[in-house]
C-alpha cells in the first residue's frame, strides 16, 4: 500500500520541502533594493515572497540608467511601476533601503607618488 504522507512508493525517501536560503520576514513591509541580472535596479515595499525568492513588492520606482554610459544609474531619473512580482532567479540583490550609501572602492590600489 502506498504511503500518504510521501504521496507514494518511493524507497522510505520523504519528499523535501523547499526552504528559503535568506529568511526575509524581517522586511516585510518596509522597503527594500533589489538589483537583477542585467543591471535593473528597483526599489518598493516587500509584500511578500516564497522559497524560491520570488518578491511581490508594491509602491515600487525603477532606477534608470545613463543613456551616455549605459553601466550607471541615475538617481534622480526614475519610472514608476506599482505592485510587480519579482522572479527569484533573475535576482542578484536584496538589500534594506534604509543605510545604503556608496562607498569607495577597497580593491582599487591608489598610486603612490
Request: charged share 30%.
Amino acid at each position: 500500500m502506498a504511503d500518504k504522507k510521501t504521496g507514494g512508493n518511493n524507497d522510505g525517501k520523504e519528499k523535501r520541502r523547499k526552504e528559503s536560503i535568506l529568511d526575509l520576514s524581517k522586511y516585510l513591509e518596509k522597503q527594500i533594493r533589489v538589483k537583477f541580472a542585467g543591471g535593473r535596479e528597483a526599489s518598493g515595499i516587500l509584500k511578500g515572497y516564497d522559497a524560491l525568492l520570488n518578491l511581490v513588492l508594491d509602491n515600487t520606482v525603477e532606477y534608470l540608467r545613463d543613456s551616455d554610459e549605459p553601466y550607471k544609474l541615475t538617481e534622480d531619473s526614475t519610472r514608476s511601476l506599482g505592485l510587480v512580482v519579482c522572479r527569484g532567479t533573475a535576482l542578484v540583490l536584496i538589500c534594506p533601503q534604509d543605510g545604503v550609501e556608496s562607498i569607495a572602492n577597497p580593491f582599487i590600489t591608489q598610486s603612490i607618488g
